[in-house]
Each structure stands twice: as structure tokens, then as C-alpha cells.
């Protein structure tokens, strides 16, 4: 034949018929190691945060702030910081939500791309202030690539849901990394900086993220365990069944990742902590029969570390898109500050 397709097949087959099927502590440091080369190898140096205030705002029942923070120099990273004003004895729980594709973080906190408040419900249903309500700390990167973050070539063109994905993607697999690395390097300076709020317990953080944003609480979870819960919304599935079906954005692809493993048993590696897998019944992106077949090996990588409490699911009505019905309060449950 002319064409490609059984040549990717037998490539495809080849490599899950080399995958390991015993899942244990050695096969866990093994993979979480070849997970952090295939992203980048990025640069553990941290350089200081220098934390900026942009703005504050009074949101009724939440303070809202936008914070800038130095994360690889010489990049600075805004971020939304959602504070409840009612608080308990003690410190609050934080949640490090993550948005998809769109125009950025904006849409997790209710706002329009121009700062305006947001009078339409998107697939992100402004889970950051769902999340703040119940009464998490809530830190809300902006993507780099995305909104107030793409290229500035880019800036001001097009539509506010357009990215830089690619061109940022292809130029950083020129030097031997990857956009998914640098977004989840990103994401665990934004952790060093959380730790750092004297409002924030430490030792109680968790992560949500969706589509895209789940691939990012997916992979900054395999490898920082300061994420003591996490949820992955609208993302966890198969690689042969979603991105490998369809002509996904290229921050979807990490170089090598399938010589190593399948989707779930790389999402398997937060094993034993705490993890939330929702999915809507007929997301198109990430089909149903592709997402039991997920849950399914992760359910049993979980019992093999005897660990099948801490991984829950919920399977909703809906598509691609935030649902929160389950996953809020077991965000409440796991990061309960007693």
C-alpha cells in the first residue's frame, strides 16, 4: 500500500506489546523517570518568583487578585488568586485549576477575553469561583500560548480562542523540549509559589484540570506529589482512541511517551494519592468506550498498590465540559482541613 496506515499500526503495535503489565514501585520511579525526559528535561533552577500584584477586586464573597510570578526566567506567568473572605479556624485548602483551550484563564473565573464579566456558560462553567464557594484558595494560571500569553505575533489577530500552540510546540521540539514540559514545569513553580502564601496550608493542594488543562494537572501530578488530590476533567482516555483518532492540537504530543506506556498507566503513576476522573457520556473529543477502557486500567493499577479508595469517577451527562457535580466535594473530602 501507498499510504501510512499499517505501517502506524504495526508501529502502534509494536510498542504497547513492549509495555510492562506489572505495576510496582520499581515500574513507578522507572516510568515517572522516562515521563520527565520525554517531556523536556526542563531545568529544576529556581529562580526567585518576585510576585507582583496586577490587580484586586472585591467579589462579594471572594477577594480576587491577579498575580504575576517569574516561573522559568526570563517568563512571568499571570495568575488569577481566588481567596474566600469567610474562614474557618486555621488555613485554607488550595485547588490549582487549569483551563483547556480558549482565551485562558479568564473563562475559569467568569470573565470575558476583555476583562468583562462573562454572561455565557463555556465548557470551563467557571469552575475556579465553583471551586472558591467551597471554600478553597483557588490559583488559576494562564497557559502560556493562550489569552494574554500568545506569541506576540499573534496578539490582537484573529479570534480570542486562537492560540500559539503550534508555533510555540514545533520551535521548542527544535531544542529537545516540549510544550506539555514547559506548562507542567510551569504549573509546579506556580505550587512553589502557593506554598508561599501564609493564607494557604501547605500540605493540603490539589489540582483540576480540563481537556488540555487535564493533560497539565495529568502529567504536573505524575510528577510533583505536593498535589495531594487531583481531578482530571475531559481528557482521560486512550491514545489510540483520542489524539491519535483526530487531528488534535500539537501540545497533545510528548515525543516517545507511547514507547513507554499507554494514557492510563501514565495517569496510573499518581497512584496512591488521591484521583478524580470525570467525563461527560458523549464528549466527542474523548469517547466513552475509550474513557471505561481508561478507568478500567486504572482501577486495577490502584489495587495492585492496594490503593482502590483513592480513585473515584463519575461519568455525567454532557459533553466536553466541566460537570463538578461529584468532583467539588471530593475535592472537599481529600483536602479536608481538620
Not at 522516562?34 to 477577594?63: C, H, I, Q, T
Not at 480562542?161 to 514545569?185: E, F, H, W
Not at 489540582?207 to 502529567?219: D, N, Q, W
Request: charge should be negative; glycine fraction near 8%.
Amino acid at each position: 500500500m501507498w499510504s501510512a496506515d499499517l505501517y502506524l499500526e504495526s508501529l502502534y503495535k509494536e510498542c504497547v506489546n513492549q509495555h510492562s503489565t506489572i505495576y510496582n514501585a520499581d515500574w513507578q520511579t522507572s516510568l515517572k523517570e522516562k515521563v520527565r525526559k520525554s517531556l523536556g528535561n526542563f531545568d529544576d533552577k529556581k529562580e526567585p518568583l518576585n510576585p507582583l500584584l496586577l490587580e484586586r477586586s472585591d467579589m462579594g464573597a471572594y477577594w480576587r487578585m491577579r498575580i504575576e510570578i517569574t516561573t522559568i526566567n526570563p517568563l512571568r506567568m499571570p495568575v488569577y488568586v481566588l481567596i474566600p473572605k469567610s474562614r474557618n479556624n486555621g488555613k485554607f485548602p488550595a485547588v490549582v485549576t487549569i483551563h483547556g483551550h480558549g482565551y485562558g484563564s479568564k473563562e475559569a473565573v467568569g470573565l470575558n477575553s476583555d476583562y468583562s464579566k462573562r454572561s455565557e456558560e463555556g465548557y470551563h462553567k467557571e469552575f475556579a469561583v465553583e471551586l472558591v464557594n467551597k471554600g478553597f484558595v483557588v490559583v488559576v494560571p494562564e497557559l502560556v500560548g493562550f489569552g494574554d500569553r500568545k506569541l506576540q505575533a499573534d496578539q490582537g489577530k484573529g479570534l480570542p480562542t486562537d492560540n500559539s500552540c503550534y508555533m510555540i510546540a514545533s520551535q521548542l521540539l527544535l531544542v529537545g523540549k516540549t510544550l506539555p514540559g514547559l506548562r507542567v514545569q510551569e504549573c509546579r513553580r506556580l505550587i512553589d509559589f502557593v506554598q508561599t502564601l501564609d493564607y494557604v496550608d501547605e500540605n493540603l493542594i490539589g489540582c483540576m484540570g480540563i481537556s488540555g488543562g487535564g493533560l497539565v494537572a495529568a502529567f504536573t501530578s505524575i510528577l510533583d506529589e505536593r498535589l495531594k488530590a487531583t481531578v482530571i476533567s475531559g481528557y482521560t482516555s486512550t491514545f489510540k482512541g483520542s489524539i491519535m483518532d483526530r487531528r488534535h492540537c500539537l501540545d497533545n504530543y510528548i515525543p516517545g511517551i507511547l514507547t513507554y506506556a499507554k494514557m492510563p498507566d501514565l495517569i496510573g503513576l499518581i497512584v496512591p494519592r488521591a484521583l478524580f476522573i470525570e467525563s461527560g457520556n458523549a464528549d466527542h473529543l474523548f469517547p466513552l468506550d475509550q474513557v471505561s477502557l481508561a478507568l478500567g486500567k486504572l482501577t486495577s493499577i490502584y489495587k495492585e498498590f492496594n490503593a482502590e479508595e483513592a480513585l473515584a469517577s463519575h461519568i455525567f451527562e454532557g459533553g466536553h465540559e466541566i460537570c463538578g457535580e461529584q468532583s467539588y466535594d471530593w475535592l472537599v473530602r481529600q483536602l479536608a482541613n481538620e
